[in-house]
T-cell receptor, first 113, second 115 residues
């Protein structure tokens, strides 16, 4: 069974802080993704990675960066947190094949004050 | 510009009856569609998918129908159970993602199944 683990369930950070969200998957999946979920907006893709050290921007990459140094780990970085980045952040992984289901972690609820 | 739309924010159904969740899309090049269920404080879990070369896929109580001419898909849950109460997201595989498996999600529909 695929397990995607996000390091924190809840985080509270101050405006301007650098924030790291960590995600680890145990199924040797090639693809990893970061989404954010906001009421009325659904899930929006921030960044994804299809291989180690490879990354591509999603639909809302501004204010974020990512790092994938190992296949199983995908980190989301908020360089300087702002209040409009308060959200639920969801990490996912999948096989490379198109149509393969994404497997999600339980999410990190980030509050920026 | 929402490419995948779920126009009903919420739906209430009696236990034992059919739940029908709808989803519309704008890009005729989408080649896979997936449905996810999400409980509060948990990540979305995959339910069922359908390829664009099919018009129906069934898995137990869940059936997904695809109408390509109308750019519409629906998820039928029969019979509905209280444990089905959750937010349901439809998603489409983005052909612009090339060889990668990038999904575009709708805004979700909150299903409440009344005992």
């Amino acid at each position: 069974d695929v397990k995607v683990t996000q390091s924190s369930r809840y985080l509270v950070k101050r405006t301007g802080e650098k924030v790291f969200l960590e995600c680890v998957q145990d199924m040797d999946h090639e693809n990893m993704f970061w989404y954010r979920q906001d009421p009325g907006l659904g899930l929006r893709l921030i960044y994804f990675s299809y291989d180690v050290k490879m990354k591509e921007k999603g639909d809302i990459p501004e204010g974020y960066s990512v790092s994938r140094e190992k296949k199983e780990r995908f980190s989301l970085i908020l360089e300087s947190a702002s209040t409009n980045q308060t959200s639920m952040y969801l990490c996912a992984s999948s096989l490379r094949d198109r149509g393969s289901p994404l497997h999600f972690g339980n999410g990190t609820r980030l509050t920026v004050t | 510009d929402q490419q995948v739309k779920q126009n009903s924010p919420s739906l209430s159904v009696q236990e034992g009856r059919i739940s029908i969740l709808n989803c519309d899309y704008t890009n005729s090049m989408f080649d896979y569609f997936l449905w996810y269920k999400k409980y509060p404080a948990e990540g979305p879990t995959f339910l069922i998918s359908i390829s664009s070369i099919k018009d129906k896929n069934e898995d137990g109580r869940f059936t997904v129908f695809l109408n390509k001419s109308a750019k519409h898909l629906s998820l039928h849950i029969v019979p509905s159970q209280p444990g089905d109460s959750a937010v349901y997201f439809c998603a489409a595989s983005d052909p612009g993602g090339g060889a990668t498996n990038k999904l575009i999600f709708g805004t979700g529909t909150l299903l409440a199944v009344q005992p």
